[in-house]
């Protein structure tokens, strides 16, 4: 199953322990955006603020 997620209305919240995809409430761990705790896996890009990056489009793998 594949998800693709496309617009500037999605992002990533910078958090203590890694980075929290807002509205989705997955957490991923570190910048390598891999969650293997739900066996899910986020890869994309974004542009980097202080402390928010915003991705334009990302994907979430399910395995």
């Known amino acids: 199953m594949l998800i693709i997620l496309s617009g500037?209305?999605?992002?990533?919240?910078v958090t203590g322990c890694g980075l929290r995809v807002t509205g989705y409430g997955l957490r991923v761990t570190g910048y390598g955006l891999r969650v293997t705790g739900y066996?899910?896996?986020v890869t994309g890009y974004g542009i980097k603020s202080k402390k928010l990056i915003i991705f334009r489009s990302f994907s979430i793998r399910f395995f």
Do not use: E
Request: proline letters at 0%; a positive charge.
């Open 39 to 41: 066996g899910l896996r």
């Open 8 to 13: 500037q209305g999605y992002g990533l919240r």
